[in-house]
């Protein structure tokens, strides 16, 4: 098998994976990032610090899971469109 790369990520469609994928991006790399700014600031102030444990925890997560579920659909749907020639 050949991967090929059919410049998909420029068209309308592609366009909307492209910002999921950043989307989906962004978010993995907010987790560690949140989790170490956290742990950081915990030691330093010598108290719990909520905000960047709510977005290591919540936030970040949930925008993973869109940016990832959103970018599969536009592929499919993208796929499906090439597959019918529309």
């Known amino acids: 098998m050949r991967l090929v790369y059919d410049g998909s990520l420029h068209t309308e469609a592609g366009g909307m994976t492209r910002r999921f994928l950043t989307l989906a991006l962004i978010s993995a790399i907010a987790i560690p990032v949140s ?3 956290h742990n950081c ?3 330093l102030m ?3 610090e909520p905000v960047f444990f709510l977005i290591a925890v919540v936030v970040a997560p949930i925008g993973l899971a ?3 579920l959103g970018a599969a659909i536009c592929a499919f749907v ?3 469109r090439r597959a019918r020639g529309a």
Do not use: M, N, T
């Open 35 to 37: 989790v170490v700014v």
């Open 41 to 43: 600031l915990a030691a």
């Open 46 to 48: 010598h108290a719990e």
């Open 66 to 68: 869109i940016g990832l």
């Open 78 to 80: 993208s796929r499906r």
